[in-house]
């Protein structure tokens, strides 16, 4: 009976024993699936792709923008007729004074109701043409229009929605899906004779020359004297600057129009500065928030004072447009030169036997490939766009380049 107890307790115990070596290998295999996972998801670097960009030498000057312009007077409740930054001519009827609420409502519905004749006007003028034209200028005028709504750009949404009615309406005159729209349009008109004829009474302000307009709300805030600009010395513009400027009258006033085709930008700067400027004819100038595409300008003045450490920049530029006619005081990005090429990140430069480079993923694999400088800044560096391997400068366009990762090595499997 004992020697039967020793057995089962002995047969219990291997038991125990296999149970817990199977458990233990059980978590010694979940350790390495877990390692593995980690590895595979969790590498230990970051690539980044190598695309085309421009880059440029530049800096950033306050300053202040001054124009030739030409008071327009007026007052009261005024309903524009020319948008900001358009040309106008002498003569131009500018706005017309309300002088009750409906006016502006009917201005509204008379401006609608153009649009709508000429837009079926139009659509009448497409007999003959031919379908699949049609269809296609349909549908692209459709993706057109759904791509202003999704990327929020409404202030082309108004173009793009009679672009997408015009194409539809010719399709329906060539496919007999109507008529046409002749006694609409009849009806239209009428309508918008009528309400023309009230407006017509109004009391109007007109241009008295030739130029740009924009209107007192989207006019400078402040008044600059161009002469005495252009007669200051750089402590004298920097005192300017420093003590700011007198605000605009705009009591009774409509607005302005810039008479000239060019305007011009006063800044003061350190001597460092002149020197990067020194011998630089054209550059380009934007003024980021407001202008943000780079304009060509030229530098008309650059004058040091060594003793007071400044020097004054002029700088002129003939494009005009609405966001310019409203610059005054403004901090202004000035590209002295640019560069067209590839941009990488400069967290992925490495050094390598003295050779400037950087690692780029082929596969599973890691490669050191060198590089030459076109320009570069604190986080980026730009180079050529001839990348070839064997030469100086081995990266090509979409490289998967490695900007973060340990234990890099050429050759080397990630």
Known sequence: MTHCMERKNQRTIAEKSIRALFMLLIAVFGI??????????????????????????????????????????????????VSDGERVTN?????????????????????????????????????GSDLSLLTSQTRQALYNLLDKLDTAQYSGITDAEDAFLLAQNRLQVNTGQTEGFTQTIQALQTEYDGIKAQLDTLQTITATTNGYFSSVSASPTITTDAAQLDAATPAELNDMLQNGFAAADTANCAGQIATGFSWKFYAVCDLATADRLDGVSSVKISVPGKQNTPLAATVQELTRDEDAGLAKLVLSCQTVNAEILSFGVETAQIDLKTYEGIRIDKAALHIVGGQRGVYVKYGNLQRFLKI???????????????????????????????????????????
Do not use: W
């Not at 006007?121 to 497409?126: E, G, M, P, V, Y």
């Open 91 to 127: 003569g131009t009827v500018l706005a017309e004074c309300y002088t009750d609420d409906s006016q502006g409502l009917l201005r509204e519905r008379l401006d609608r109701l153009g649009r709508t004749i000429d837009l079926l006007s139009k659509s009448q003028n497409s007999s």
């Open 32 to 81: 390495y699936l877990a390692v593995q996972f980690f590895i595979i998801f969790h590498r230990g670097y970051k690539t980044e792709t190598a695309i085309a960009y421009t880059m440029a030498d530049s800096v950033s000057l306050q300053g202040v923008v001054s124009f030739d312009t030409v008071r327009v007077d007026g007052s009261g409740d005024l309903g524009y007729l």
């Open 372 to 414: 030459t400088t076109l320009y570069e800044d604190e986080n980026y560096i730009l180079i050529p766009d001839n990348g070839k391997l064997g030469t100086d400068n081995e990266v090509r366009l979409y490289d998967e380049i490695i900007v973060q990762g340990t234990n890099l090595q050429d050759g080397k499997l990630l």
